[in-house]
């Protein structure tokens, strides 16, 4: 009843890394889709004329500053603004008096709570703010406020914040109901397994460390509010002030900006919320812009977390069975109960399968999704119970991952049990898909296209593999100390999400034959103002310079998710392609009637912003002829031309993953613990790729942030308040481009999305579970000893018993 | 809040102790500003006086003279890392500059600066107490001289006062030949020491180790010197020295450290790398003496 996609190769892949354009050109025919142009603000990035919300300023504003929790927790129990509010240059104060009592909730329940509520949920939770003439002044305010508290008993450790008796940190309790994948029977799966082995892991918190920090800068006139913020959710973001203020949305605008970085830091965030509530009572547009500190230690970060259990396998390699218990720490505001399913799914081939997540509170800073949220984590737990279980059948660890690793076809059970189906099983949520869309719509529940086989294969072969892998645990060369070895490890993670609404953009043609998109995603370093562009201007048949993308305007772009979940490309990009596709087909519908002879629109095409008959460029006009010819027709209908998508995208969670096999080589220095990677070679399987240089960087800049998180990066929290002590970037590590190795190579995988726009899926999370998971068993295969992260030279030393 | 502080130029390095001993603890010496504004920024250090000196001229040159290699006080950290081919300690210390901070603050940074900083994990200090260096500082009355294992107080902390270090000096004994070798734990490309160690060896005519400096930082509030590794090495030929005797150098050094456990690092893990770092100094300094490792 679904449709049946053939599963074509994709030619565009097939192209020499590094050389794009003309190759490309020759082979599929795209114009714009698949080369490596230039992102569209590289002169503004590197001449520093780009405007971050740092950088924003608007006329009569004045400057914030957050007064943060000092406890871990506590309740105000009185709060005296008065000396703050004498100084001179004060405008005002925010406390949580002036505050709506609503909860507001950020996307994917990376926060759920109030503005402000006079509890503090962990040291540097956001209690009160001033607006002053100065950021001196205000911060000089906030330190005249004063406050009485009420010390709340506080639980830092997440299995401790589960007992009944714990610290309740907020009124839904500390602990969310589990989220639960099953399949087939587990203790089936045990008696079909020769060989079982167990885990218990403890994942330290990775911090965004998001290089260029983040403002907000709120401007009310009369009722209506406008926020400026670097966010990669503008219409979330504005659905997050609705929902703290309620006011109509149609009130609210957010002009969302570039971020320096983000990685799932700058969605919405309660500073922003701040802003907009202490704008409105100073009745002066604020700006607050975060410290590097706060950005650090007052915001959010990756979740702690801990994998328990069991993968069995049999003799030959095939799993059985996959029992997994695993707890994720959502801090004071996190709310989430579901990272890391994607494992789930890309090892699917595990007959039986029992998966539970439970997500708790405690009072730490609160946690939210970063890049690959579970992927590195439960993810990693996952990859090295199938590294230990190919080492106890002596298989290949490229061989294990493409005999266990799901292909098109197979079935995806991640969202299986998802409340936001609305639905109580699958078989009802499938029958209430309506019966227009399930000719067109592809399988739900399973895989539609791409796998990690072929980039294992290929890149398997390019990285000289087979002869650089010396077998489990055996180092590939020993020089003294140095020990050298390869490793590959693979992840998956969906292609956007679609849970809180289907994903819209919206297209106008102007009368010049340029076009505008308009939708609503984030610009944090990962060119979508050039790759949605790159998508319209191939459908629309126009250069890539016709066309120009407002991302963050949420007065103007419809409602997405924005950029998270690797939802980018694949959904929004699929928006943008189709909305181009509505206006092109009322463009050509015009110019065949007024301009062809009232032939078939179905006869026209446009090559280079000329509409012409397929097959010839005679007679051709322009876009803006036939725009200009109805446009001085006064009896004439419209001056310029809007597009939308015509049809809901099918539910991607249902069907769409991206891949990521990478391979490494490292060297240890088993006397000091200190890793050195010295050769990389990242595969990435995003269906079509819309722009190799854009994608490269972010497949690189996906390995690199997994490779902090495997060797350096986490916080550290103090054992008695839960304060982070190393909220700044000497002690908390980020790799650098120069610690990851110069020669590092990209090499994009063949498949092609039927659904995706020109047959690109998402891309940007499975980069960095790979990464993780390479690097660690190229450690264990120098050092014969399995590491928890982050492996740093002092871990490494004490898990070779030499401290 | 940070403090406000008035901002005054000398024009001679004499005027700048002068405003120094006017303005006591209230005033600051601006170098490279590098450590110091963070300080600032963060509100550790709280002055009234910011004293200027990186417009005194004859601080910012390095002299090498038969007896002695001079480094003024506000060479910068670039400075040095260029002036590699001038001697071969000096491209030691070239080579310990290209681990400092990042290639934009050591345009910044000097010499100078980063010794009165006097961080316990500094990456100058060791080979410059291992080379028996001398901190030149300038007084209102002329120059007095302090050997820079005498330098450091506490974390932070000199015996400079109120007056100015203004150069370091590296003596060059007569008749034999010196060398310097440093090796530090660190995490990512940039990033200060975890733990560190520098030795340096000098040998005579006969082959024969005549003296010995041996470093170690970041296991102490102050760098400090082990001087039982140090009378280990001393006497014995560059050619004699065994792996089995590196090993028991850096032993008998990381018995001299004290080392804390905090955020970096553990107590255990700094101790242990103070013996691996030891005997990897040690055997570059012979390898560069042209010995061998029996």
């Known amino acids: ?803 | 809040m940070q403090s406000h502080f008035e901002y005054l130029r000398p024009s001679s390095t004499k005027e700048a102790v002068q405003m120094k001993i006017e303005f006591g603890q209230r005033a600051k010496y601006w170098a490279g500003g590098t450590d110091m504004t963070l300080r600032w920024r963060r509100e550790i250090d709280r002055f009234s006086h910011c004293i200027d000196i990186t417009y005194l001229t004859g601080l910012d040159n390095i002299e090498v003279e038969e007896d002695c290699i001079r480094i003024g006080a506000l060479v910068s950290l670039s400075a040095l890392e260029r002036a590699d081919q001038r001697h071969h300690l000096l491209k030691t210390l070239s080579d310990v500059t290209k681990l400092m901070c990042t290639p934009q603050t050591r345009t910044l940074a000097t010499v100078g600066g980063n010794l009165s900083n006097a961080s316990p994990a500094a990456d100058l200090t060791p080979p410059f107490i291992a080379m028996d260096a001398l901190a030149e500082i300038t007084t209102e009355d002329g120059i007095r001289t302090v050997p820079m294992d005498q330098f450091f107080e506490g974390v932070n902390r000199t015996v400079v006062g109120d007056d100015l270090l203004s150069a370091i000096e590296i003596p060059l004994p007569e008749s034999q030949h010196k060398v310097v070798k440093y090796h530090r734990i660190d995490r990512t490309i940039v990033d200060i020491a975890l733990v560190n160690a520098s030795t340096s060896l000098s040998a005579d005519r006969s082959r024969t180790i005549t003296r010995a400096g041996v470093a170690l930082g970041a296991v102490a509030p102050i760098v400090i010197r082990s001087p039982a590794a140090e009378r280990f090495l001393e006497g014995k030929s560059i050619d004699s020295v065994s792996e089995s005797e590196l090993e028991k150098v850096g032993e008998i050094a990381s018995e001299d450290a004290k080392p804390i456990s905090d955020v970096r690092a553990s107590a255990d893990y700094r101790r242990a790398m103070i013996k691996v770092m030891t005997a990897r100094c040690i055997k570059d300094c012979i390898d560069e003496l042209g010995g061998t490792i029996s």
């Open chain 1, 1 to 803: 009843m679904y449709k049946e996609f053939e599963f074509k190769s994709n030619d565009l892949a097939k192209a020499v890394p590094g050389v794009y354009g003309d190759v490309q050109d020759q082979v599929n025919g795209m114009k714009v889709v698949g080369h490596g142009f230039p992102v569209k603000d590289a002169v503004e990035k590197v001449t520093g004329s780009l405007k971050y919300a740092v950088d924003m300023t608007v006329q009569n504003m004045v400057h914030g500053k957050i007064l943060r929790c000092p406890h871990a927790h506590a309740r105000i129990t009185k709060i005296d603004t008065s000396k703050a509010e004498a100084l001179a240059g004060v405008i005002g104060v925010l406390t949580h008096h002036d505050v709506p009592q609503n909860d507001w909730e950020a996307a994917w329940f990376n926060y759920r709570g109030k503005v402000l509520d006079g509890v503090g949920r962990f040291v540097g939770d956001d209690l009160a703010a001033v607006a002053a003439v100065s950021e001196e002044v205000a911060q000089r305010a906030i330190e005249l406020i004063d406050v009485e508290y009420e010390i709340l008993a506080a639980v830092f450790d997440f299995e401790e914040a589960r007992s009944p008796d714990a610290p309740q940190i907020r009124v839904e309790g500390n602990e969310r109901d589990p989220y639960i994948v099953e399949w087939g029977d587990t203790s089936e799966g045990m008696a079909l397994a020769d060989h079982t082995v167990e885990c218990d892991i403890f994942y330290h918190s990775q911090q965004y460390a998001s290089i260029g920090r983040n403002a907000a800068i709120a401007e009310w006139m009369g009722d209506k509010v406008t926020l400026w913020t670097s966010s990669q959710t503008p219409t979330e973001t504005r659905d997050g002030i609705h929902e703290a203020l309620g006011i109509p949305l149609s009130k609210i605008r957010v002009m969302a900006l570039p971020a320096g970085s983000s990685f799932g830091q700058w969605w919405s965030n309660n500073f922003m919320m701040i802003a907009v509530l202490l704008a409105k009572k100073v009745r002066r547009p604020v700006k607050i812009e975060l410290d590097n500190e706060e950005c650090m230690s007052a915001v959010k970060r990756r979740h702690l977390e801990k994998t328990r259990g069991l993968m069995g396998c049999t003799a030959d390699g095939q799993l059985t069975v996959a029992k997994i218990d695993h707890l994720i720490d959502n801090g004071g505001y996190g709310f989430k109960d579901d990272v890391g399913f994607f494992c789930v799914d890309m090892w699917g081939k595990a007959l039986h399968g029992h998966y539970a997540i439970h997500g708790i509170n405690t009072n730490l800073l609160t946690a939210g999704c970063m890049r690959g949220v579970g992927d590195c984590t439960l993810g990693a737990s996952v990859e090295r119970m199938c590294n230990q279980l190919a080492e106890k059948v002596d298989m290949d660890p490229v061989e294990f991952r493409i005999k266990n690793q799901i292909k098109p076809g197979d079935e995806l059970r991640m969202q299986h049990s998802r409340d936001n189906m609305h639905h109580d099983s699958v078989e009802e949520y499938l029958a209430a898909i309506p019966e227009e869309y399930r000719d067109e719509w592809p399988k739900p529940f399973h895989l539609l296209s791409g796998s990690t086989e072929e980039i294992l294969r290929r890149g398997a072969k390019s990285f000289r593999w087979a002869e650089r892998w010396n077998g489990w645990g055996k180092p590939s060369s020993v020089d003294g100390p140095r020990h050298r070895a390869v490793g590959v490890g693979t992840g998956a993670h969906v292609c956007g999400v679609e849970f809180e609404g289907n994903a819209s953009a919206m297209v106008r043609l102007n009368p010049d034959g340029s076009l505008k998109v308009h939708c609503s995603v984030g610009r944090q370093g990962q060119g979508s103002e050039t790759t949605q562009a790159q998508v319209a201007a191939e459908e629309m048949g126009l250069s890539l310079s016709m066309v120009e993308v407002e991302t963050g305007d949420t007065d103007s772009c419809p409602w997405s998710h924005g950029s998270l979940a690797s939802n980018t490309m694949f959904r929004v990009g699929w928006a943008t392609r189709e909305a181009t596709r509505d206006a092109k087909r009322q463009l050509l519908e015009i110019a065949a009637r007024d301009m062809f002879d009232n032939s078939d629109p179905a006869d026209l095409a446009i090559t280079d912003g000329q509409v012409h008959i397929k097959g010839s460029m005679s007679d051709s006009v322009s876009i803006s002829e036939v725009l200009n010819m109805i446009r001085s027709d006064t009896l004439g209908q419209t001056s310029s031309i809007t597009g939308r998508p015509a049809v809901p995208m099918p539910p991607s969670t249902t069907f769409a993953r991206h891949f990521g096999a990478q391979f490494v080589e490292v060297e240890v220095d088993v006397d000091t613990g200190k890793i050195v990677l010295l050769d990389y070679l990242a595969c990435q399987d995003s269906g079509t790729v819309i722009n190799p240089q854009v994608l490269k960087n972010q497949v690189i800049g996906g390995a690199i942030c997994g490779a902090g998180f495997a060797i350096y990066e986490h916080l550290v929290f103090d054992k008695e308040t839960g304060a982070i002590k190393n909220a700044n970037l000497l002690d908390y590590k980020l790799l650098r481009a120069a610690d990851f190795p110069h020669k590092a190579e990209v090499l994009f995988g063949d498949s092609y999305d039927p659904v995706g726009p020109f047959g690109a899926r998402g891309a940007g999370e499975a980069p960095i579970a790979a990464s993780i998971s390479a690097i660690s068993q190229a450690v264990y295969n120098a050092i014969g000893v399995w590491v928890d992260l982050p492996m740093t030279p002092e871990r490494l030393i004490r898990a070779l018993g030499k401290v």
